[in-house]
């Protein structure tokens, strides 16, 4: 258990809707990172959190959105869904967020958009 | 551009067996490399990580890895390959071009015969 919890773990839903996924990261840690893990794209970097504050962004659609809150809490919006959109979405955390440090990774949410 | 690249996408190797598994990058500076383990329905865990000094990295679970600039390589090796690390592996680069992000080979999944 790697101390960083998701929900929900599973989510169906249609296309065109719009779906908000949690993470909590592991006590103490800041920074919190979201991926998405499908069977053609591979495991890519959508975006990274530092403290409530945007770090880095990888290959985040628009339709995506998300934020940390103050309690550090994030939340990885999802809307007009499409079928494409449909993958294992994971959130990580680590202390700092810099670039060596240890990202823990939670179990994922899998999404299926039918 | 910064990429990675596995080029075994399935690997089988008997039990007790050594286990090498590549990992190809192409990054303009010293990059941070790590390589990550996915069992299945999990999330992934850090085996190992560099980002400076010596070249011969140990992990968790028996793994080491090796930097090698020179062929752009970090390959991760284990002497005895037990079932338990029948899983998928990723390698991984950290780059600091632009705003920092992580980027993922497409990974290796290793199968282990009793």
């Known amino acids: 258990d790697s101390g960083v919890t998701q929900t929900p773990k599973h989510l169906i839903t249609a296309t065109g809707q719009r779906v908000t996924l949690r993470c909590s990261p592991r006590s103490g840690d800041l920074s919190v990172y979201w991926y998405q893990q499908s069977l053609d794209q591979g495991l890519q970097f959508l975006i990274q959190y530092y403290n409530g504050e945007e770090r880095a962004k990888g290959n985040i659609l628009e339709r995506f959105s998300a934020q940390q809150f103050p309690d550090l809490h994030s939340e990885l919006n999802l809307s007009s869904l499409e079928l494409g959109d449909s993958a294992l979405y994971f959130c990580a955390s680590s202390v700092a967020g810099g670039p060596v440090d240890t990202q823990y990774f939670g179990p994922g949410t899998r999404l299926t958009v039918l | 551009a910064q990429s990675v690249t596995q080029p075994d996408i399935h690997i089988t190797v008997s039990e007790g067996a050594s286990l090498e598994l590549r990992c190809n990058y192409s990054?303009?500076?010293?990059?941070?490399l790590f390589w990550y383990v996915q069992s299945p329905g999990q999330g992934l865990q850090l085996l190992l990580k560099?980002?400076?000094?010596?070249?011969l990295v140990q992990g968790i679970k028996g793994f080491e890895a090796e930097f090698k600039r020179s062929q752009s390589s970090f390959n991760l090796r284990k002497p005895s390959v037990h079932w338990s690390d029948a899983a998928e592996y990723f390698c991984a680069v950290g780059s600091t071009s632009g705003t920092y992000k992580y980027i993922f080979g497409t990974g290796t999944r290793l199968k282990v015969l009793a």
């Open positions: 990054y303009g500076a010293t990059p941070y």
């Open positions: 560099y980002f400076s000094g010596d070249t």
